[in-house]
């Protein structure tokens, strides 16, 4: 027995002997208010079998909840070690939202072909925290700030004192309530406790704010990267409003990378409204040639006027929305029969590259191609298959993680490919604020290809509107040179930046960019002053 549990038994033995002894106080003083003799009077029959009834069903409860106390440290007791390619999915919850979360994790990723194993917070011990190679938590927060019960004795037994977990990578999702002062207290109280470990987050935390759909949604976002898959089912279906689709343009020909397109787009009925920082959620759809052969190979009147639920649309427009079934699925099926099981196309997230002051929605997209040579079905749909003119379903979502600072710090913004997106919507919304002391690096493959919005970002220079702007090309010349080597290289001028106080914004490529950008802080900063400044809101990512 270890000295933990000796000392959790002294407790509990304690604990026991102060509650005979105020129980035989409380007989004393009972005894003591009998003014006469006591006297007997039978009870009867029916009050002698409602009171072995009631001791019975008491005693009943007490053995259920011995018994299955017993075997929940058991269970924990025998619980396999992970092996390498577990992800264990482990949650704290207090009124259930956070177990059926972390189920649903599970299953996606089980559908994904990941091997995934659910376990309580409460139920992890040392063995398994550190064999571990990657954890998804999903908890919430109770009160002010504490730990749902269930988390009670991991935050007792393990979070008092960080523990050596190199080898662990995880993410996290946490569940709170901002009307509470202490928002996400737990989850953010895990976090720091798993960077003092030493252990790895593979995506900045999610933290949901009442059930915000859209946060849940970014969850699963990170799943389906973290899995490898190319989609994974939306628990939810977005909001989406209407917009127009009013530009469309490539900005890098003949790239060695695959194709980028400026893209603007204005609302159809909402208003233009959103912060520097935030995301966009896009319906992607099917080319209209792919939904026609679907049909003519099934024989099937894409004109066909369905109604499902509180939708009333013609056969190809379900369709074009949906993932098109296989023929077995469907065969001599009729239209409403197809339509109630269609699953619909997942969505896609881009960062915002405008502010509502110039006029349109503006997005940095590159087209990406799947194994099979076709296009992706986000960035196909965007990019070549819908029409300028036409129109796209899209929702735009909150990242109060990534809006620039309120005053007037210096501001280091790291980034790379389409990252540049969220990195010139900052930096028109700081140049508009008149806080012009930027310093930008950016990285793509070549300069006379692959430097998006170049002249927009000169002018900037010129102005004194970016003050620092480094550039790094992976593809010209023989050495290849990434933004992190360009940090590296500045890392005299990165300190005194952080001397004054500056934050760092980092959003692009979560493969290769980030954690080298977060390697070479390290490397000029130290580990303590990285997580000094996370927990300070000074370094803040925006991957993918």
């Known amino acids: 027995m270890s000295a933990s549990t000796?000392?959790?038994?002294?407790?509990?033995?304690?604990?026991?002997?102060?509650?005979?002894?105020?129980?035989?106080?409380?007989?004393?003083?009972?005894?003591?208010?009998?003014?006469?003799?006591?006297?007997?009077?039978?009870?009867?029959?029916?009050?002698?079998?409602?009171?072995?009834?009631?001791?019975?069903?008491?005693?009943?409860?007490?053995?259920?909840?011995?018994?299955?106390?017993?075997?929940?440290?058991s269970a924990q007791a025998h619980a396999p070690i992970?092996?390498?390619?577990?992800?264990?999915?482990?949650?704290?919850?207090?009124?259930?939202?956070?177990?059926?979360?972390?189920?649903?994790?599970?299953?996606?990723?089980?559908?994904?072909?990941?091997?995934?194993?659910l376990l309580e917070l409460g139920a992890l011990d040392d063995d398994m925290l550190q064999h571990a190679r990657h954890m998804l938590f999903v908890v919430s927060t109770t009160g002010e700030g504490d730990a749902p019960d269930g988390a009670a004795r991991f935050v007792t037994h393990r979070m008092r004192e960080p523990m050596a977990l190199a080898?662990?990578?995880?993410?996290?999702?946490?569940?709170g309530d901002s009307d509470y002062d202490d928002f996400c207290g737990f989850g953010r109280q895990l976090q720091h406790w798993l960077q003092r470990s030493g252990a790895t987050p593979m995506f900045d935390a999610v933290e949901v704010d009442n059930g915000d759909a859209a946060a849940l949604r970014h969850w699963q976002h990170h799943l389906a990267l973290f899995t490898g898959v190319?989609?994974?089912?939306?628990?939810?279906?977005?909001?989406?409003?209407?917009?127009?689709?009013?530009?469309?343009?490539?900005?890098?020909?003949?790239?060695?990378?695959?194709?980028?397109?400026?893209?603007?787009?204005r609302p159809l009925q909402s208003q233009m409204t959103w912060q520097a920082g935030d995301l966009v959620e896009i319906g992607p759809r099917h080319a209209d040639a792919e939904v026609d052969r679907w049909l003519a190979a099934e024989?099937?009147?894409?004109?066909?006027?369905?109604?499902?639920?509180?939708?009333?649309?013609?056969?190809?427009?379900?369709?074009?929305?949906?993932?098109?079934?296989?023929?077995?699925?469907?065969?001599?099926?009729?239209?409403?029969?197809?339509?109630?099981?269609?699953?619909?196309?997942?969505?896609?997230?881009?960062?915002?590259?405008?502010?509502?002051?110039?006029?349109?929605?503006?997005?940095?997209?590159?087209?990406?191609?799947?194994?099979?040579?076709?296009?992706?079905?986000?960035?196909?749909?965007?990019?070549?298959?819908?029409?300028?003119?036409?129109?796209?379903a899209l929702r735009i979502r909150a990242n109060a993680g990534f809006h620039v600072p309120e005053d007037g710090r210096p501001l280091i913004l790291i980034g790379n490919g389409t990252g540049l997106a969220g990195l010139r919507a900052l930096l028109k919304s700081r140049i508009a604020r008149g806080h012009l002391r930027n310093w930008l690096l950016f990285g793509e493959r070549q300069q006379a290809r692959d430097f998006y919005h170049r002249d927009e970002i000169e002018q900037w220079r010129r102005q004194g509107a970016?003050?620092?702007?480094?550039?790094?090309?992976?593809?010209?010349?023989?050495?290849?040179?990434?933004?992190?080597?360009?940090?590296?290289?500045?890392?005299?001028?990165?300190?005194?930046?952080?001397?004054?106080?500056?934050?760092?914004?980092?959003?692009?490529?979560?493969?290769?960019?980030?954690?080298?950008?977060?390697?070479?802080?390290?490397?000029?900063?130290?580990?303590?002053?990285?997580?000094?400044?996370?927990?300070?809101?000074?370094?803040?990512?925006?991957?993918?």
């Open 6 to 73: 000796t000392t959790s038994v002294d407790r509990f033995g304690w604990g026991n002997i102060a509650l005979c002894g105020l129980l035989a106080v409380l007989a004393a003083c009972l005894l003591r208010m009998q003014a006469g003799e006591w006297e007997w009077h039978a009870p009867g029959i029916t009050r002698w079998l409602a009171a072995t009834a009631a001791l019975l069903v008491w005693s009943g409860l007490t053995a259920r909840v011995a018994w299955s106390r017993r075997s929940a440290r």
């Open 82 to 117: 992970p092996q390498p390619d577990d992800t264990l999915v482990v949650f704290a919850s207090q009124t259930g939202t956070a177990e059926q979360l972390a189920q649903q994790t599970m299953q996606s990723l089980r559908q994904a072909g990941k091997r995934a194993r």
């Open 167 to 175: 080898q662990l990578h995880y993410g996290l999702l946490s569940l």
């Open 230 to 265: 190319a989609e994974l089912p939306d628990w939810q279906r977005p909001d989406y409003q209407r917009w127009q689709l009013v530009e469309r343009r490539l900005l890098n020909p003949e790239s060695l990378g695959g194709p980028c397109f400026h893209l603007a787009l």
């Open 299 to 392: 024989g099937l009147d894409g004109g066909s006027v369905v109604a499902h639920h509180d939708r009333r649309a013609t056969l190809r427009e379900w369709l074009a929305g949906s993932h098109l079934p296989p023929d077995a699925e469907i065969s001599g099926q009729a239209p409403g029969t197809i339509v109630a099981g269609l699953q619909p196309l997942p969505h896609r997230e881009y960062s915002i590259a405008s502010l509502p002051s110039d006029g349109a929605l503006h997005l940095l997209v590159r087209r990406m191609q799947r194994d099979d040579g076709a296009v992706g079905i986000g960035s196909g749909w965007l990019t070549q298959h819908a029409a300028v003119g036409g129109e796209i």
């Open 466 to 544: 970016v003050e620092r702007l480094d550039l790094a090309w992976s593809r010209d010349g023989g050495q290849r040179v990434y933004v992190q080597d360009r940090l590296r290289e500045a890392a005299d001028v990165l300190r005194t930046w952080m001397e004054d106080g500056a934050a760092i914004y980092v959003c692009g490529s979560l493969a290769g960019m980030a954690p080298g950008v977060d390697a070479a802080l390290r490397e000029a900063l130290g580990d303590e002053t990285v997580e000094a400044l996370r927990e300070q809101g000074r370094y803040r990512r925006d991957v993918y």
